[in-house]
C-alpha cells in the first residue's frame, strides 16, 4: 500500500517568511512524528502524535514551530519567521502503534532551505 | 534527559568483512532498540529491531545484540557488500511514546 508521503519535496525560502510542511500518514497509522535532520547529522524528535493530541511536544526547538493534526491523519508542521538555522530535513514518520514499541515508517522528507 | 550515543560516526571495511556498529542508551526503561539504514538521499528504512525481552535477534547476514544491564546494543553485518554502504541509525524507545536516535554511522564498503 502507499507510504507516508510528505510535501512539497522541496522548498526555498526567503529568511522571516512562514512555511508549512505537509504529512500524509500511512492509513490506520495512530502515531504520527516528526524529526528534522540537518546535513550530515542525526535525527533530531520534533513533536509526537497519538490521535489528534500531541502527548509531546517537547523537541519543537522555538515557539516558531508549531504543529497539528486533524482528522487521526493529516499533520502539518508551520515554522513562523524563517531563519537559516531552519534549513534540514523535516521527516514525517507513522507507525501503528506508539513508537515505542512499533517501527516508524518514514516519508521521503522535506527538503527546507531558508536564504 | 533520555540520550542514545553511538560509534563509530564513521566505518570504513572490506568487502567481505564484518562491520559492527555499537550503541549506548541512558533510560534503564527502554525496552525497543531498532535500526534504520539510510542510503543517500533517501528515507530512513527498518533494517532490524529487537525488544528487551531477548539477546540477540538475527536475520540473514544482518543481527543485533542486546545487553540491558549494560545498557548498550549493537548491529553485526557480515559477508558485506557495496550495497551495504549507507549511514545506520540506532535508536532507543522512551517512556513507550517515542523514539530518540543515535547520531549515525557512515559505512563504507571498499571493493
Known amino acids: 500500500g502507499a507510504g507516508v508521503s510528505q510535501s512539497p519535496s522541496n522548498k526555498v525560502t526567503e529568511k522571516g517568511k512562514d512555511v508549512e510542511l505537509r504529512c500524509d500518514p500511512i492509513s490506520g497509522h495512530t502515531a504520527l512524528y516528526w524529526y528534522r535532520q540537518s546535513l550530515g547529522q542525526g535525527l533530531e524528535f520534533l513533536i509526537y502524535f497519538q490521535g489528534n493530541s500531541a502527548p509531546d511536544k517537547s523537541g519543537l526547538p522555538s515557539d516558531r514551530f508549531s504543529a497539528e493534526r486533524t482528522g487521526g491523519s493529516v499533520s502539518t508542521l508551520t515554522i513562523q519567521r524563517t531563519q537559516q538555522e531552519d534549513s534540514a530535513v523535516y521527516l514525517c514518520?507513522?507507525?501503528?502503534?506508539?513508537?515505542?514499541?512499533?517501527?516508524?515508517?518514514f516519508g521521503n522528507g522535506t527538503r527546507l532551505t531558508v536564504t | 534527559g533520555e540520550n542514545v550515543e553511538q560509534h563509530p560516526s564513521t566505518l570504513s571495511v572490506q568487502e567481505g568483512d564484518s562491520a559492527v556498529i555499537k550503541c549506548t542508551y541512558s533510560?534503564?526503561?527502554?525496552?525497543?532498540f531498532p535500526w534504520y539504514k539510510q542510503e543517500l538521499g533517501k528515507r530512513p528504512q527498518l533494517i532490524i529491531d529487537i525488544r528487551s525481552n531477548v539477546g540477540e535477534k538475527k536475520d540473514q547476514r544482518i543481527a543485533v545484540t542486546l545487553n540491558k544491564t549494560a545498557k548498550h546494543f549493537s548491529l553485526h553485518i557480515t559477508e558485506t557488500q557495496p550495497e551495504d554502504s549507507a549511514v545506520y541509525f540506532c535508536?532507543?524507545?522512551?517512556?513507550?511514546?517515542?523514539?530518540?536516535f543515535g547520531q549515525g554511522t557512515r559505512l563504507t564498503i571498499n571493493p
Open positions: 535508536a532507543a524507545s522512551v517512556g513507550a511514546q517515542k523514539l530518540v
Open positions: 514518520a507513522s507507525s501503528l502503534m506508539s513508537g515505542g514499541n512499533s517501527p516508524l515508517h
Open positions: 533510560d534503564s526503561a527502554s525496552n525497543y
